[in-house]
């Protein structure tokens, strides 16, 4: 199993150009997260997902759209890039039996400038 | 979700014991105490987790005080390999679609 995977792992954007973060995961998990990662800092949920087709905001989901419309897919999209949304982000799934004790399983991250 | 307290940094040799402190004095009774550690330049991973007992796996041991208000992450031979931020967490039994809310953490350091 590749576990949870992200595509890409840098990227670099002019401020007001719009990109596509992919996170898949191979593990059948119905819960998938996106969290964004500051220097110094601990991560902030941006928006997760419950299943296929249902998306839902976290804490700092400003700027930034999802959509599951594959179970296994969980994108993040950011519309008009600025620069502080700079950050490295990772992507997490999880499924109803260890969820309750919140067993996340998390990507690679994807490092993002933006200029 | 209640707050949890960590020291910013800790420092460690190998091959010897760490003990990571967590304070959570607003822990609530259906709050699990979860830890996760973040190796440089990777994605947080999964450590332990515990509710009112101590628990053990092949990474560590948490030790879970009777009160609740605090916990400890044991790493019982500390490797180089060990060193990383470690995230200590608290969420609600199946509560909050199982958002993690990650602090600061503390950064651990492992001499040879």
Redesign the interface.
């Known amino acids: 199993n590749a576990g ?1 995977t992200q595509t890409p792992k840098f990227r670099v954007l002019k401020t007001g150009q719009s990109m596509t973060l992919l996170c898949a995961q191979d593990m059948n998990h119905e ?1 998938m ?1 996106w ?1 964004r990662q500051d220097p ?6 941006i928006h ?1 997902s ?1 299943g296929e087709g249902t998306t ?1 905001k ?2 700092v989901p400003d700027g930034y759209n999802v959509s599951r419309l594959k179970k296994q897919n969980f994108l993040l999209g950011l519309e008009s890039a600025a620069p502080s949304q700079t950050s490295v982000y ?1 992507c ?1 799934s ?1 499924n109803l039996a260890i ?11 994807t490092r993002l400038t933006v200029l | 979700d209640a707050k949890t307290t960590q020291p910013n940094s800790m420092e460690s040799n190998e091959e010897e014991p760490v003990h990571l402190p967590c304070n959570h004095s607003t822990i609530s009774g259906t709050d699990y105490i979860h830890w996760y550690r973040q190796l440089p330049s990777q994605g947080p991973e999964y450590v332990i987790h515990g509710l009112t007992s101590n628990v053990n796996n092949r990474m560590a041991s948490l030790a879970i005080a009777e009160d609740r208000k605090s916990s400890t992450l044991i790493l019982h031979r500390a490797t180089l390999r060990d060193a990383a931020v470690y995230y200590c967490i608290l969420s609600g039994y199946g509560g909050s679609q199982g958002n993690l809310i990650f602090g600061k953490g503390t950064k651990l350091s492992v001499k040879p």
């Open positions: 949870v819960y997260y969290y110094g800092m601990g991560l902030r949920l997760y419950v839902a976290g804490e990772f997490a999880s969820l309750l004790y919140n067993e996340q399983f998390f990507g690679p991250g």
